[in-house]
């Protein structure tokens, strides 16, 4: 070791030292080799061995006694929950990260590049995972385990891993899990990496989600595909019921046009965090249109503040080879991304009753699934914490977002354990998660070890104590709320 360095510098240095010894990239590289596609059921058994042959024999390296977890849902795949315990009565930390990742779409990546090894073009390092999330979740394991050497084994405070497998198809089981846990995950903080920055050059903490609800929308008539010039202009199309459907909900440049789905006034203290933010104006990022939406609000605003009602699919009949015939059937998934106090539980339902009252009591509706909308109080004493340890490791501003415009499962964390969270992400908008050509930038790996292992270094300090002491009413409060 530096013994010229500062416990914290030397920390920061140990993690960073892992860029230029080649080890962190190694590590990544293995893992982005098990291609743990969690959509694919042909791959269950790679879910399986990512924690069993990765993360596990790590954490024991590092002090945890590890658990695999059957998840509470059949045939969904496995959990895994550490725990590292110096002493009961310490501060106590839960970490999260997931090692499931979306299909490698192969054969559409740029020329040369394999989705499942890594490639290295110009500060950028393709491979599937690298940004979501094994390249976040690498980054703060490589992190801890710097910060474990330069205290010498010693942290000064508690730490617990949740793991899961399954987040790209919706995080099946991971409440129950944690309901079912809540005294092995009992933790007073939770920081996790996952989603992107603002800006590839703009270090971000983020304190929730916004939530979303997708819907079906479908009509079909029972008459089957009927010539046009024949029948057309006396039976029902279901393709021009469903668009008038949608359009009584959206506008033709995108507002919401009925108050159930519509997000609550933005508070000037979340106003004052989001409104000046850039959106986009990289040169892969798509172009804004200021007309869209709420376009009173700022680009920030609408993004982080507001709630969105999306036309993700439609179908009916084929544009690809049309036929003259009025189609059978037309269907089409909404989806609503909607921040904290929509009363999101009640969308159907309104939905349903809309739909009705408007002389579309044909439509048959269908609830997909949701996410609850989540948001720690940018006053936080743990938000002021991580964002004074973030700028104190770069040297530089860390900016906070009250929540991710995205949707994470922030929920099994706020909620269901009670606990005050904050996201430290290691990606940026245009890192292309889920898409051909996924990668993590170099900068944001390296300004990553910095901000994580500055973290954990300064949860050992006497601050951190103090900081739990003045949290600790606050977490009963919000447990009690979760179990109401």
Not at 58 to 82: A, E, H, Y
Not at 98 to 117: F, N, R, S, Y
Not at 368 to 395: E, I
Request: net charge negative.
């Amino acid at each position: 070791m530096n013994s010229s360095l500062s416990g914290r510098e030397l920390a920061l240095q140990l993690a960073v030292d892992t860029l230029a010894d080649g080890s962190f990239y190694d590590t990544l590289a293995h893992r982005v080799a098990m291609k743990t596609v969690s959509q694919d059921p042909a791959r269950s058994s790679l879910l399986h061995d990512y924690l069993t042959q990765e993360i596990s024999p790590l954490l024991n390296k590092l002090g945890f006694s590890c658990q695999i977890i059957d998840n509470p849902q059949p045939g969904r795949p496995p959990l895994l929950i550490g725990q590292r315990v110096e002493d009961p009565t310490y501060l106590t930390l839960l970490l999260y990260g997931h090692g499931d990742v979306t299909d490698g779409q192969e054969e559409t990546w740029a020329d040369g590049i394999d989705p499942w090894a890594l490639t290295f073009i110009d500060g950028h390092v393709y491979g599937r995972g690298t940004a979501d999330n094994k390249g976040q979740h690498s980054v703060n394991l490589a992190a801890l385990e710097a910060v474990i050497k330069a205290r010498e084994g010693k942290l000064g405070y508690n730490i617990k891993m949740l793991f899961e497998m399954g987040e790209e198809i919706g995080s099946p089981g991971l409440e129950d899990t944690c309901l079912a846990y809540q005294e092995a995950l009992e933790a007073d903080l939770f920081l996790a990496s996952d989603g992107p920055r603002i800006r590839h050059d703009m270090p971000t903490l983020f304190l929730g989600s916004r939530g979303v609800v997708q819907l079906k929308l479908s009509l079909n008539t029972g008459n089957g595909g009927r010539h046009s010039g024949n029948w057309g202009g006396v039976i029902t199309n279901p393709a021009v019921v469903l668009s008038n459907a949608i359009a009584t909900l959206l506008s033709a440049e995108g507002k919401i046009m009925v108050d159930f789905l519509k997000a609550p006034a933005i508070t000037e203290a979340v106003s004052q965090l989001i409104r000046d933010l850039p959106v986009g104006g990289g040169s892969s990022d798509p172009a804004i249109n200021k007309e869209w939406g709420e376009k009173t609000l700022s680009n920030g605003e609408r993004l982080y503040g507001s709630n969105t009602l999306e036309i993700l699919g439609m179908s009916a009949g084929s544009t690809d080879k049309p036929v003259a015939a009025i189609p059978e059937s037309a269907e089409a998934v909404l989806q609503l991304r909607f921040v904290k106090g929509t009363d999101w539980q009640t969308v159907e339902a309104n939905l349903r009753a809309h739909l009705d009252a408007h002389g579309f009591e044909d439509i048959e509706l269908e609830m997909l699934g949701g996410y609850a909308a989540t948001r720690l109080d940018p006053s936080h004493p743990w938000v002021g914490f991580v964002t004074a340890s973030a700028q104190k490791s770069l040297g530089e501003p860390a900016y906070i977002l009250p929540n991710l415009g995205g949707t994470i499962p922030n929920h099994c964390f706020s909620d269901a354990l009670g606990l005050p969270t904050v996201w430290l992400p290691h990606s940026y908008p245009s890192c292309n998660q889920h898409a051909p050509n996924e990668h993590l930038l170099e900068s944001i790996a390296a300004q990553g070890l910095k901000m994580a292992a500055g973290v954990f270094w300064d949860l050992g300090e006497p601050d951190a104590r103090a900081l739990i002491n003045k949290h600790s009413t606050t977490r009963q409060v919000s447990h009690a709320d979760a179990q109401q």
